[in-house]
Structures are given as structure tokens and as C-alpha cells.
């Protein structure tokens, strides 16, 4: 039978269940060495070249914590209206698995650092949507597997499996709602709109890339479907490792349709993790393990953690202004359309236009550089816009440039793409290139003498009064000094050459 034959219709789930949902996000944190040890953190390095006898579980190795990690989770916590844990002890979560090198995770249990807080989720509508949060607590990611030999890249079929631990131990902090209720038809939408706020989030507390596409940031799903009025709630499904926005919306979606058409065929939702593939559906992975089934205990080489109340007021007045907050603020102050900020913030442009615009640029003029010109190179070198290799003073320093009357737009964009290319500042590759507009009236009459002469027709012509023509000259010589002379200047030297002035 067909995944689609399989589902009800989403109307019809709606008509006889109501949804209820918890998220769980792990966030790989941008510190520069792992979460228990001087391995470096660096996403992309030749397999198994960040490793240590700590991160490797080495006999006698012991874990020390990472400082910089603990304040980015108290700054997490914080921005998530959570309470602080005044004292908390890491705990050993055991279990086997090729990627765990020492066959158990050092995590939180019943002590977490961040407890009981909220986000007021913003939605398409103007409204806003209040998730609760249970905990944010810290641990270390695990390595990673890949798969040889399977159509799907999964261990099921696979004739060889690589482990590469450079991510392990590798700092994480989980962030678990408590039971997302009375969504109704909304769910998905609240799903996928929860994780984009909490994604926008944790990139203004610049704590974490928060790169979906690299696994930085993975949305687990939990979701159960309870009859229309019962206090009861129905066994959970847990969709691991969700990696686009969009995808974790598919994923609420399917899993609603798929256990209502398992409920109403009569049988019973299995409690289990279930596989997200890119296709929009789930598909059973391994029966979900409870507390228990870990043999949590208290961590015995790292002392508790207890933060000092003058520490959490230090990192409470980091926390920024809310991202959406923020946005609707620069809209108002550029004076642009919902639409037209709706397509900056799709393009990861909108922080990076601010930065431009607080270096001394126009707004109008950093939304065309950001939103266009390098978005077009973004997608070309397929990364992500912040990740192009110029900033936004640089950009700034490009948009002076024109407006100074150095470049013109064709040139400075000649600029930019020498920057992207490591050739240096903009104003040093400007003049490395040759690439300053020329000023010299007699340097250009040159160039229009020699135009002109070379193309007697088309000069006729404009003697002749039909000032249009004049255009082939200005190409002329617009190729002759390679784009460098001002175009508007060429032209009112063509024509008064030619009596037309």
C-alpha cells in the first residue's frame, strides 16, 4: 500500500482528534573548544582530526567543563524566561551506540540549569503563540555515522558504516517544551514557527550557527493524537532529527494523518522514533527508551554547577532585543512594505542590512547589495549569506565609494567580488584592479576623439541630429577605458564633439 492510501485527511483527523505536541531542539554551541575538553570545535574538518582520549573515552581521561558553554546556556535559559538553577550536577546517560564513544553521554537529568520559562511565538497573522518551556539543559553531542552502500544513507541496507567523532563531545544544549495544546488545525503552522523563532533567537544571542542544513540545530518531534475532549493523552511518536523548517511542519503534519488512520483502523500508536525523510513522510525507526532504560546517575568527575547571582545578572543584560521585535522596529524606521521585509528575512538579510546601515550606509542602498548582488553569490557558492567572506563594514565601504563618485553600481560590484575573493579591502582592491572611475575630462576626450574617429558614420549622424546614436560611441568608449570613465560625462563630450552640446 502507498504512504499516501495509508493517511486520513487532515480535515477529517481534525473532525475526531486533537493534537497535542512537544518539541525538543539540540543546539550545537560556536564555542571554540568542545564542551569537556581542547579539541576544537570546527564544523568541517578531515574526520577524526578533533579528538582527544577525553572526547574518545579513553581509560584514565577525565572531562573538565567548558566555561564559555555554561554562560551560553545561562544566556539561553535567560532569553527563554527560565528560571536559573541555583546548583545542578551532570548526570551519565548510558547507552551503546558506535557514535558514543564511551558508551555513555554526560547530560542533565533532574538538574537541569534552565527551568520552567516561555516564548511567545510570533505567527503569519500578527498574533502570537505562547510556548512553554520545561527545561534547557546541557550535554555533549555524540560523533557521527555515515552509511555506505544503503539507496536511503541509512544503517538498513548499508554495507560499510564510517564513524567520525570530531563532533563528539561537542557542546549541546537541549531545549524541551512542555505539551503544546489547543492548536487544533494550527499545528504544524506552530511547530515551524516555534523552531524559527527559537532559530532567530539563539542567532541574535550569537551562541550557535544554528545551521539546520549542518546539523548544528535538530528538531526532534513528539506528537500523540487524543480524542475531542478527553483528558488523556494518547502514546507519542518521536520524528528524530528534523532539519529544515519546512520539513518540521511536513513531519507534525504526516504524523497526524498517519496515527489517526492507525487509530481508526483500530489498533494502537506505537511509542517509538520514527525517520523523517525529505519526501514529507516518517517511516519507524526504534522503540523509544524511557528514563529508566538509561541508568542515569550522578556524573562523578565534574563538580555541581552553581552560578552566582552576580553572574546571571552579568549575563542577563546580554540578552539582546528580541529578533522579531527588532525587525519590526528597523521596518518601521526603513519605511518598507511587510512584503519587502518578509523577502530580507527569508534571505538571512535583515541583521546584516542593519549592520551595513550602522557602518554609514543608506538603508536603500545595503538592502540592494544584501537582498540581490550577494544573495545571487550566496546561492552560487551555496552557502549561507552570513557566511559570504566580506562584512558589512566592507559592504558600507563599497556604497562610500559610489557615492563619493569612485565607482560606478557595474564597477563596485567588479569591487565586491574581488573582496569575496580575499584580494583585500574594497578601496585596496579598487585601485589594485584599476578600477576608480576616471575624472580627467582630457583622459576621456582622448578616448572620445579616438571613438569617434574611428566610427566616421555613426558620427555624421550625430552631427546630423540624431543625438541617439551617440549611445554605440559611449560603448566605445566606455570598453576602451574598461567601465572606469562616468558614462553621463562620455556622453555630454560625444556630443559636443559632434556640435550637439
Given at each position: 500500500?502507498?504512504?499516501?492510501?495509508?493517511?486520513v485527511d487532515y480535515d477529517d483527523v481534525l473532525a475526531a482528534?486533537?493534537?497535542?505536541?512537544?518539541?525538543?531542539?539540540?543546539?550545537?554551541?560556536?564555542?571554540?573548544?568542545?564542551?569537556?575538553?581542547?579539541?576544537?570545535?570546527?564544523?568541517?574538518?578531515?574526520?577524526?582530526?578533533?579528538?582527544?582520549?577525553?572526547?574518545?573515552?579513553?581509560?584514565?581521561?577525565?572531562?573538565?567543563?567548558?566555561?564559555?558553554?555554561?554562560?551560553?546556556?545561562?544566556?539561553?535559559?535567560?532569553?527563554?524566561?527560565?528560571?536559573?538553577?541555583?546548583?545542578?550536577?551532570?548526570?551519565?546517560?548510558?547507552?551503546?551506540?558506535?557514535?558514543?564513544?564511551?558508551?555513555?553521554?554526560?547530560?542533565?537529568?533532574?538538574?537541569?540549569?534552565?527551568?520552567?520559562?516561555?516564548?511567545?511565538?510570533?505567527?503569519?497573522?500578527?498574533?502570537?503563540?505562547?510556548?512553554?518551556?520545561?527545561?534547557?539543559?546541557?550535554?555533549?553531542?555524540?560523533?557521527?555515522?555515515?552509511?555506505?552502500?544503503?539507496?536511503?544513507?541509512?544503517?538498513?541496507?548499508?554495507?560499510?558504516?564510517?564513524?567520525?567523532?570530531?563532533?563528539?563531545?561537542?557542546?549541546?544544549?537541549?531545549?524541551?517544551?512542555?505539551?503544546?495544546?489547543?492548536?487544533?488545525?494550527?499545528?504544524?503552522?506552530?511547530?515551524?514557527?516555534?523552531?524559527?523563532?527559537?532559530?532567530?533567537?539563539?542567532?541574535?544571542?550569537?551562541?550557535?550557527?544554528?545551521?539546520?542544513?549542518?546539523?548544528?540545530?535538530?528538531?526532534?518531534?513528539?506528537?500523540?493524537?487524543?480524542?475531542?475532549?478527553?483528558?488523556?493523552?494518547?502514546?507519542?511518536?518521536?520524528?528524530?532529527?528534523?532539519?529544515?523548517?519546512?520539513?518540521?511542519?511536513?513531519?507534525?503534519?504526516?504524523?497526524?494523518?498517519?496515527?489517526?488512520?492507525v487509530l481508526q483502523a483500530g489498533g494502537t500508536v506505537t511509542?517509538?522514533?520514527?525517520?523523517?525523510?525529505?519526501?514529507?513522510?516518517?517511516?519507524?525507526?526504534?522503540?523509544?527508551?524511557?528514563?529508566?532504560?538509561?541508568?542515569?546517575?550522578?556524573?562523578?568527575?565534574?563538580?555541581?554547577?552553581?552560578?552566582?547571582?552576580?553572574?546571571?545578572?552579568?549575563?542577563?543584560?546580554?540578552?539582546?532585543?528580541?529578533?522579531?521585535?527588532?525587525?519590526?522596529?528597523?521596518?518601521?524606521?526603513?519605511?518598507?512594505?511587510?512584503?519587502?521585509?518578509?523577502?530580507?528575512?527569508?534571505?538571512?538579510?535583515?541583521?546584516?542590512?542593519?549592520?551595513?546601515?550602522?557602518?554609514?550606509?543608506?538603508?536603500?542602498?545595503?538592502?540592494?547589495?544584501?537582498?540581490?548582488?550577494?544573495?545571487?553569490?550566496?546561492?552560487?557558492?551555496?552557502?549561507?549569506?552570513?557566511?559570504?567572506?566580506?562584512?558589512?563594514?566592507?559592504?558600507?565601504?563599497?556604497?562610500?565609494?559610489?557615492?563619493?563618485?569612485?565607482?560606478?553600481?557595474?564597477?563596485?560590484?567588479?569591487?565586491?567580488?574581488?573582496?569575496?575573493?580575499?584580494?583585500?579591502?574594497?578601496?585596496?582592491?579598487?585601485?589594485?584592479?584599476?578600477?576608480?572611475?576616471?575624472?580627467?575630462?582630457?583622459?576621456?576626450?582622448?578616448?572620445?576623439?579616438?571613438?569617434?574617429?574611428?566610427?566616421?558614420?555613426?558620427?555624421?549622424?550625430?552631427?546630423?541630429?540624431?543625438?541617439?546614436?551617440?549611445?554605440?560611441?559611449?560603448?566605445?568608449?566606455?570598453?576602451?577605458?574598461?567601465?572606469?570613465?562616468?558614462?553621463?560625462?562620455?556622453?555630454?563630450?560625444?556630443?559636443?564633439?559632434?556640435?550637439?552640446?
Amino acid at each position: 500500500m502507498s504512504v499516501a492510501a495509508e493517511l486520513v485527511d487532515y480535515d477529517d483527523v481534525l473532525a475526531a482528534y486533537e493534537p497535542v505536541m512537544g518539541m525538543e531542539v539540540h543546539v550545537e554551541l560556536s564555542t571554540a573548544t568542545k564542551m569537556f575538553c581542547g579539541c576544537a570545535n570546527q564544523f568541517g574538518a578531515e574526520p577524526n582530526t578533533q579528538v582527544c582520549p577525553v572526547c574518545l573515552g579513553l581509560p584514565g581521561s577525565l572531562p573538565v567543563l567548558n566555561e564559555a558553554a555554561v554562560e551560553s546556556a545561562i544566556r539561553i535559559g535567560l532569553a527563554l524566561n527560565c528560571q536559573i538553577a541555583p546548583w545542578g550536577r551532570f548526570a551519565r546517560k548510558n547507552y551503546f551506540y558506535p557514535d558514543q564513544p564511551k558508551n555513555y553521554q554526560i547530560s542533565q537529568y533532574d538538574e537541569p540549569i534552565a527551568v520552567n520559562g516561555y516564548l511567545d511565538v510570533p505567527l503569519d497573522d500578527g498574533t502570537t503563540w505562547r510556548v512553554e518551556i520545561e527545561r534547557a539543559h546541557m550535554e555533549e553531542d555524540t560523533g557521527k555515522l555515515t552509511h555506505l552502500g544503503s539507496d536511503t544513507g541509512r544503517i538498513a541496507g548499508a554495507t560499510t558504516s564510517l564513524a567520525d567523532y570530531n563532533r563528539a563531545g561537542v557542546p549541546l544544549i537541549e531545549i524541551v517544551t512542555k505539551p503544546i495544546e489547543g492548536t487544533g488545525e494550527r499545528a504544524p503552522e506552530i511547530a515551524r514557527a516555534y523552531v524559527t523563532a527559537l532559530r532567530d533567537l539563539l542567532r541574535a544571542l550569537d551562541v550557535s550557527d544554528v545551521r539546520m542544513d549542518q546539523g548544528s540545530m535538530r528538531c526532534d518531534s513528539n506528537v500523540s493524537l487524543k480524542l475531542k475532549g478527553a483528558e488523556e493523552f494518547g502514546t507519542r511518536t518521536e520524528t528524530k532529527n528534523v532539519n529544515s523548517l519546512k520539513s518540521v511542519e511536513v513531519a507534525v503534519r504526516y504524523e497526524m494523518r498517519r496515527q489517526a488512520a492507525v487509530l481508526q483502523a483500530g489498533g494502537t500508536v506505537t511509542q517509538e522514533t520514527r525517520h523523517f525523510h525529505e519526501d514529507g513522510y516518517t517511516t519507524a525507526g526504534r522503540s523509544k527508551e524511557t528514563a529508566q532504560d538509561y541508568r542515569y546517575f550522578p556524573e562523578p568527575d565534574l563538580e555541581p554547577i552553581a552560578p552566582s547571582d552576580e553572574l546571571v545578572d552579568r549575563l542577563r543584560s546580554t540578552i539582546p532585543e528580541l529578533p522579531w521585535l527588532a525587525r519590526k522596529r528597523i521596518q518601521q524606521d526603513w519605511g518598507i512594505s511587510d512584503e519587502v521585509m518578509r523577502d530580507l528575512v527569508n534571505a538571512g538579510a535583515v541583521e546584516l542590512v542593519a549592520a551595513t546601515v550602522a557602518h554609514g550606509a543608506s538603508s536603500e542602498g545595503a538592502r540592494a547589495w544584501w537582498g540581490n548582488f550577494l544573495v545571487q553569490k550566496a546561492n552560487e557558492s551555496g552557502v549561507e549569506l552570513d557566511a559570504l567572506p566580506i562584512t558589512p563594514a566592507q559592504v558600507a565601504a563599497v556604497l562610500k565609494l559610489v557615492d563619493d563618485g569612485k565607482l560606478s553600481t557595474k564597477l563596485a560590484r567588479q569591487v565586491v567580488e574581488g573582496v569575496l575573493a580575499g584580494e583585500g579591502e574594497p578601496e585596496q582592491v579598487m585601485n589594485d584592479r584599476g578600477l576608480a572611475l576616471v575624472r580627467d575630462d582630457s583622459l576621456i576626450q582622448a578616448a572620445v576623439d579616438e571613438a569617434l574617429a574611428a566610427n566616421p558614420d555613426i558620427a555624421e549622424k550625430i552631427r546630423g541630429g540624431k543625438v541617439q546614436a551617440a549611445g554605440a560611441v559611449v560603448g566605445a568608449v566606455m570598453k576602451a577605458t574598461k567601465g572606469s570613465a562616468d558614462a553621463a560625462r562620455v556622453r555630454e563630450l560625444v556630443l559636443a564633439a559632434c556640435g550637439q552640446g
